[in-house]
């Protein structure tokens, strides 16, 4: 079974960059330490627009992913940084290779 891939773009508000990236860092640490079928988790930052950042997550299967959105720090992470994103986009893939 192919690896499920999620790309999330964020339109972060300017006033609210620096600690949704803080808030998206300490996120991260918790998943790879806590969820074995995430394979990556990275944060990038648009060299163009420092506020449009984009989340790579790649998980063992749609399993791991629902496990993911389920679990606690999930939903914490969602309802802080809700107010400081102005637009959010979530795209799926599946791994075209093993």
Known sequence: MNAI?????????????????ARAQEHREKVKNNEPAC???????????????RLYEVYDDETA??????????????EV????????KLTRAIMAHD
């Open 5 to 21: 891939v999620l790309h999330v773009e964020l339109t972060l508000h300017p006033e609210h960059r620096d600690a949704y990236l």
């Open 39 to 53: 394979q990556r988790f990275e944060i990038s930052v648009e060299d163009e627009n420092p506020n449009l950042v």
């Open 65 to 78: 992913v629902e496990h993911h959105m389920q679990t606690p720090y999930m939903n914490a992470y969602r």
């Open 81 to 88: 940084t809700a107010p400081m994103i102005a637009n959010r």
